[in-house]
Structure formats: structure tokens, C-alpha cells
Nanobody
Framework: QVQLVESGGGLVQPGGSLRLSCAFSGGTFRSYGMGWFRQAQGKEREFVTGIHRNSATTTYADSVKGRFTISRDNSKNTVYLQMNSLKPEDSAVYYC??????????????????WGQGTQVTVSS
């Protein structure tokens, strides 16, 4: 059974940076597309970014383009989310997800079959 464990969340000041990690186990990591979603308090979960299993194709929500970067290390079975220039509106629980995604469906929650437990990111002064 695939398991995902996120880490790296915490409290950061506006303009700061954080790097989230998601450790994958229980399957063949390189076969899965990976995504990051987030859910702010009182709001629905939303897509943040995704990376295809080919490792070359990525996509981002408009709200994070130019500030966030997704990457994967297939040798470590880990996907990363580098978040720079953080804003208070980036505060949320961030979830890692894995699925047999196709490029055109990477933004959809329904494309992902496995989810982590989430890690809290709080951007505040």
C-alpha cells in the first residue's frame, strides 16, 4: 500500500521560504505523478502544483507561479515543494498526493489515489 508522509511545514514570516518534503513508500515511485494541494481554514482544498512521472512536466496554480517549485528525486522516492516569497494567504495545510496522472489531468483531485496526512504552513509576522 502506498504511503505518503509530508514534512517541513511550520511558521514563517511573510517573504520567507520553506521546503516541504513528501516521502513515498509502498510502490514504484517513478510510476506515479505527484501533486501538492492545500486547504486553508474554512476553504476547500485546492491544487497547488503537480509533476508528471516523466519528471519533466510540471504545472502550477496561478497563485503560486514564479514563487513555488516542485521537484522529485526518484532515487530518494521523494517529492519536494520549494516555497519562496511566502504570503499570509499561502497559510494552509499542505497535502502530498500520488496518482497515475496524465498530463492533462494533473490539476484534478480525482486523478490522485493516495494522500498524505498533511503538514501545516503558517505565514505570519
Amino acid at each position: 500500500q502506498v504511503q505518503l508522509v509530508e514534512s517541513g511545514g511550520g511558521l514563517v514570516q511573510p517573504g520567507g521560504s520553506l521546503r516541504l518534503s513528501c516521502a513515498f513508500s509502498g510502490g514504484t515511485f517513478r510510476s506515479y505523478g505527484m501533486g501538492w494541494f492545500r486547504q486553508a481554514q474554512g476553504k476547500e482544498r485546492e491544487f497547488v502544483t503537480g509533476i508528471h512521472r516523466n519528471s519533466a512536466t510540471t504545472t502550477y496554480a496561478d497563485s503560486v507561479k514564479g514563487r513555488f517549485t516542485i521537484s522529485r528525486d526518484n532515487s530518494k522516492n521523494t517529492v519536494y515543494l520549494q516555497m519562496n516569497s511566502l504570503k499570509p494567504e499561502d497559510s494552509a495545510v499542505y497535502y502530498c498526493a500520488a496518482g497515475n496522472t496524465i498530463i492533462t489531468s494533473m490539476t484534478k483531485e480525482s486523478s490522485y489515489h493516495y494522500w498524505g496526512q498533511g503538514t501545516q504552513v503558517t505565514v505570519s509576522s
